[in-house]
């Protein structure tokens, strides 16, 4: 059951590139206030977590949101296909802006607890749950099958802008006006993306691939033809590898190489800095080209080359052959992930997008997660050297994957 077919069809110039439809533009837009304001967002419920409560209550808080969001995210992917995407994501942004600007009120008025800020994170990543899928599968609705590459660019070069510009937003919103006013301006900033989102077109909503009957259903109907698919089932496998062997090292063994080596705070932020600016170079590629010929072959030696220079980073003589070998990893690692996202995109039935994307970011942000304290524990008992080495291995049978899989490898990116 889809409901989106009465929302005016999209009409992209098949001629016209992604960059340059304004409607797709509407819609990264949308994307990118929602982002930021996300990023704000987070900054906001961390302070304010400190200063309710001790450093562990804090870390509670901020890990709320991650259990519903892990289990609802199959759910939510049956939403976003039986309701549409857009309407789903619209929905998502009107609940996570109430629920912030709530907590806003209640911080700026009868200051609360840190009760209120568990129940926002729990609200928060209940959301989520159903606006990942949805957002992941609403750029099939609003643009060409063959611009579909081009926006997945866009897509990450719009999630770099929010990262770079949200958390100083947030820090400045805090040192002004505390975590309420913070709380506030990412909840105006959610809410800018509602009107942009209401002025997207969309494509007319794909006919029911089926399914039918109960959400149970749909939902085993939607794993079931993810396991039968001779492009993404090997392709989910390969993600997972990736960001297996990716998440631990890249977000908490660079801070334990850094400690070790004695680069200290700043050494590392460059660090980060060089994998955030490799990232945007790729998103900035793709969003320029649009495609890339043989997507297949060139995602698995990305995955393969990003994995050798993530077991190097461990052993760069200094502070900047690190950063040197970051910006390498994030530019191969974001050329290999848009990549895989415009497979997702285009290999995809219309009808299942969102079960399929629900799946791809349980992946991402349900399991990989689960890789940082086994990342720390690891550096702890062996070094950096040997974990970053074995982290990098397990990212490589990713590559691997790609390559065994003929299908997936073959696979082309529509002109």
């Known amino acids: 059951m889809t409901t989106e077919a009465d929302i005016p069809s999209a009409t992209a110039d098949p001629a016209r590139p992604a960059h340059r439809d304004g409607n797709v533009l509407r819609w ?39 259990l519903p969001r892990a289990v609802l995210l199959l759910g939510g992917g049956v939403i976003a296909d039986r309701f549409g995407p857009r309407r789903v994501v619209i929905g998502s942004d009107v609940a996570r802006c109430a629920a912030v600007l709530a907590v806003a009120a209640l911080l700026a008025f009868a200051g609360p607890g840190l009760w209120a800020l568990a129940v926002l994170a729990l609200v928060f990543g209940t959301v989520d749950a159903v606006f990942l899928p949805a957002v992941g599968a609403l750029p099939a609705r609003v643009t060409d099958h063959g611009q579909l590459a081009r926006v997945q660019g866009m897509r990450g070069l719009a999630s770099r802008c929010a990262s770079v510009v949200g958390a100083p937003l947030g820090g400045i919103a805090v040192a002004v006006g505390g975590a309420a006013a913070a709380f506030t301006v990412a909840g105006l900033l959610i809410a800018v993306s509602v009107p942009l989102l209401v002025s997207v077109r969309v494509r007319k909503a794909p006919p029911d691939a089926g399914d039918g009957g109960t959400a149970w259903r749909d939902l085993v109907a939607g794993l079931r033809y993810i396991r039968h698919h001779r492009v993404l089932a090997p392709l989910m496998l390969a993600i997972a590898l990736g960001d297996l062997g990716f998440v631990g090292p890249l977000n908490v063994g660079v801070t334990l190489l850094a400690e070790e080596r004695g680069w200290g705070a700043s050494g590392l932020g460059w660090i980060v800095a060089g994998f955030a600016t490799g990232a945007g170079a790729a998103a900035l590629l793709l969003t320029v080209r ?16 990003g994995s050798v220079a993530i077991g190097a980073l461990a052993y760069a003589p200094g502070v900047v052959a690190a950063v040197g070998i970051a910006l390498l990893v994030g530019l191969l690692a974001g050329l290999s992930g848009t990549l895989c996202g415009a497979l997702i995109q285009t290999q995809s039935d219309p009808a299942r997008l969102g079960r399929v994307t629900a799946v791809a970011a349980l992946v991402s942000l349900g399991l990989a997660p689960l890789t940082m304290p086994l990342t720390a524990t690891a550096v702890g008992a062996w070094g950096t050297g040997p974990v970053f080495v074995g982290s990098a291995a397990v990212c490589g049978l990713g590559g691997v994957v790609v390559l065994c899989a003929r299908e997936l490898r073959r696979a082309e990116l529509p002109r």
């Open 28 to 66: 990264v837009a949308a994307y990118t206030a929602s982002m930021v304001g996300d990023n704000v967002y987070y900054i906001a419920l961390s302070w304010a977590a400190v200063q309710a409560g001790s450093a562990a209550e804090a870390g509670a808080v901020m890990a709320v949101s991650a």
């Open 290 to 305: 649009g495609r890339l010929p043989h997507a297949g072959h060139v995602a698995a030696y990305a995955i393969l080359a």
